[in-house]
């Protein structure tokens, strides 16, 4: 079966940096569509950064600019660089994959961005 699992949140000071890390298995991953999605206490999910299988790209725009989504096919790995952090960018972290029109969840990651 397809498992996602997230790794690299922990806690840090606005503008530092984290790189997460979502492993995929059980699925073709270079056919797939990753994504990075979030959820704050008390708030919907919502799409962070998205990568196709063709490597095209999509980013909310709040963090447009701050944060790169990037694929290691040979890894079955897709990455967030998360960079110049604010604390509203609190949030638990999901890997999701689209794979043959099923979505697929990772168990999050937490992230905590003090001021």
């Known amino acids: 079966q397809v498992q996602l699992v997230e790794s690299g949140g922990g806690s840090v000071q606005a503008g530092g940096s984290l790189r997460l890390s979502c492993a995929a298995s059980?699925?073709?991953?270079?056919?797939?569509?990753m994504g990075w999605y979030r959820q704050a206490p008390g708030k919907q999910r919502e799409l962070v950064a998205q990568?196709?299988?063709?490597?095209?790209?999509t980013y909310a725009g709040s963090v447009k600019g701050r944060f790169t989504i990037s694929r290691d096919n040979a890894k079955n790995t897709v990455y967030l660089q998360m960079n110049s952090l604010k604390p509203e960018d609190t949030a638990v972290y999901y890997c999701?994959?689209?794979?043959?029109?099923?979505?697929?969840w990772g168990q999050g990651t937490q992230v905590t961005v003090s001021s």
């Open positions: 990568i196709s299988s063709g490597g095209s790209t």
């Open positions: 059980g699925m073709i991953f270079s056919a797939s569509t």
């Open positions: 999701k994959s689209r794979y043959f029109n099923s979505d697929y």
